[in-house]
């Protein structure tokens, strides 16, 4: 069962670290739409609408990513004072009542959305030759899809922890900088 859990993990890291490259692309794309802009006086119409897209795309395909690694907002003000047990119980309170009924919605309302706009192959209205936006519109209900999965694996996580008393593990994922860990790794090094 955790190797399902780990795996599912991994296709939420590696969509989301595939779509994080947008952030690099879009950053090229700014830059070149400023200096187009100023330098050449010959702005680009679709640029901003690219620049929209782009991001949203990014910042869609981020949740399932950033539920894989626990990262994302809680009230930790008390919730990492409680022991494992509660934290799992009120995680799957919380998942079955508001989780899993917004991220269905997500998917239908996004499915709906993305079908219509694939139907009639939509442009972008704000400017004259407008890029297509179905490619973008099907990114919803994708990133919906792997969120609801990803949540599904929590879910298990939260029973696994009530049974046992413990989280599962997870993928190890990068660390955040301790300041007093690095501080004492450098105090370390200069006293040999």
Same mark, same amino acid.
């Given at each position: 069962? $955790?190797?399902?859990?780990?795996?599912?993990?991994?296709?939420?890291?590696?969509?989301? $670290?595939?779509?994080?490259?947008?952030?690099? %692309?879009?950053?090229?794309?700014?830059?070149?739409?400023?200096?187009?802009?100023?330098?050449?006086?010959?702005?680009?119409?679709?640029?901003?609408?690219?620049?929209?897209?782009?991001?949203?795309?990014?910042?869609?395909?981020?949740? *399932?990513?950033?539920? %894989?690694?626990?990262?994302?907002?809680?009230?930790?003000?008390?919730?990492? !004072? !409680?022991?494992?047990?509660? $934290?799992?119980?009120?995680?799957?309170?919380?998942?079955?009542?508001?989780?899993?009924?917004?991220?269905? %919605?997500?998917?239908?309302?996004?499915?709906?959305?993305?079908?219509?706009?694939? %139907?009639?192959?939509?442009?972008?209205?704000?400017?004259?030759?407008? #890029?297509?936006?179905?490619?973008?519109?099907?990114?919803?209900?994708?990133?919906?899809?792997?969120?609801?999965? $990803?949540?599904?694996?929590?879910?298990?996580?939260?029973?696994?922890?009530?049974?046992?008393?413990?989280?599962? #593990?997870?993928?190890?994922?990068?660390?955040?900088?301790?300041?007093?860990?690095?501080? *004492?790794?450098?105090?370390?090094?200069? *006293?040999?």
């Amino acid at each position: 069962m $955790q190797s399902i859990l780990l795996f599912v993990d991994r296709v939420s890291s590696l969509v989301g $670290q595939a779509f994080s490259w947008l952030i690099v %692309a879009l950053t090229f794309l700014i830059s070149w739409e400023v200096f187009a802009r100023y330098a050449l006086n010959t702005p680009n119409p679709w640029a901003f609408d690219l620049m929209i897209m782009m991001y949203g795309a990014a910042f869609m395909t981020a949740g *399932a990513y950033t539920l %894989a690694k626990n990262g994302h907002v809680r009230g930790d003000v008390l919730y990492s !004072f !409680f022991p494992p047990r509660l $934290q799992a119980g009120l995680d799957l309170i919380l998942y079955f009542v508001f989780f899993i009924p917004g991220v269905v %919605a997500l998917v239908w309302a996004g499915y709906t959305y993305a079908a219509e706009s694939f %139907a009639i192959r939509e442009h972008s209205t704000l400017t004259a030759n407008g #890029p297509p936006l179905y490619p973008f519109k099907m990114v919803i209900p994708l990133s919906g899809a792997l969120l609801l999965l $990803q949540g599904l694996v929590e879910i298990v996580r939260c029973i696994a922890c009530l049974r046992d008393g413990a989280w599962p #593990p997870r993928e190890a994922d990068v660390e955040e900088v301790d300041v007093d860990k690095l501080k *004492a790794q450098v105090n370390a090094e200069e *006293a040999r």
